[in-house]
T-cell receptor, first 111, second 111 residues
Framework: DVKVTQSSRYLVKRTGEKVFLECVQD?????MFWYRQDPGLGLRLIYF???????EKGDIPEGYSVSREKKERFSLILESASTNQTSMYLC??????????FGEGSWLTVV | GIQVEQSPPDLILQEGANSTLRCNFS?????LQWFHQNPWGQLINLFY???GTKQNGRLSATTVATERYSLLYISSSQTTDSGVYFC?????????????FGTGTLLAVQP
């Protein structure tokens, strides 16, 4: 059975903190994604990666960075968290040309 | 970039009723998927359907790629069908692995 695991479901962080959101997939997919979801705005792509150490900016990369040192792991980094980054973050993975699979989501609150 | 519009934005049904959700897209697509997001935030794959018709139990979907729309049919709705339904596409000429999401249809099924 396919599995995308996000390490933290609920986080509360302070403004200015560095935040790491971790995602692991066990399907040997080459493509991995980070989305954020906000009411009324749907899902918006932050970054994606199509191979180890490769990354591409999505639609809203500002304030975020990513790391993909191993094929199964894709990390989202908020260098200095701000209140407007309070959101639900969704990780996904996909083999090229096939169905995308999502993790359960990470709810981040920045105070 | 490609635009994805879903209608209706909100829908309230009585248990047992049927419904049709629509997804319009503004460019040719090579991938289209339907998802159900449950009240806990988990995105569940429903269909991978860039063209044609598929059925899975009470759900079915049809994509008419030449006319740039897809329909999701829910028959004999149940309260567990409640949640948000998203369609997502990737398009020819764009980053092949980048899915663009519509803003969703919020479905509430009342007992």
């Amino acid at each position: 059975d396919v599995k995308v695991t996000q390490s933290s479901r609920y986080l509360v962080k302070r403004t200015g903190e560095k935040v790491f959101l971790e995602c692991v997939q066990d399907m040997d997919h080459e493509n991995m994604f980070w989305y954020r979801q906000d009411p009324g705005l749907g899902l918006r792509l932050i970054y994606f990666s199509y191979d180890v150490k490769m990354k591409e900016k999505g639609d809203i990369p500002e304030g975020y960075s990513v790391s993909r040192e191993k094929k199964e792991r894709f990390s989202l980094i908020l260098e200095s968290a701000s209140t407007n980054q309070t959101s639900m973050y969704l990780c996904a993975s996909r083999k090229s040309g096939n169905t995308i699979y999502f993790g359960e989501g990470s709810w981040l609150t920045v105070v | 970039g490609i635009q994805v519009e879903q209608s209706p934005p909100d829908l309230i049904l009585q248990e047992g009723a049927n419904s049709t959700l629509r997804c319009n897209f503004s460019d040719s697509v090579n991938n289209l998927q339907w998802f159900h997001q449950n009240p806990w935030g988990q995105l569940i794959n429903l269909f991978y359907i860039p063209s044609g018709t598929k059925q899975n139990g009470r759900l079915s979907a049809t994509t008419v790629a030449t006319e740039r729309y897809s329909l999701l049919y829910i028959s004999s709705s149940q309260t567990t069908d409640s949640g948000v339904y998203f369609c997502a596409v990737s398009h020819y000429g764009g980053a092949t692995n980048k899915l663009i999401f519509g803003t969703g249809t919020l479905l509430a099924v009342q007992p």
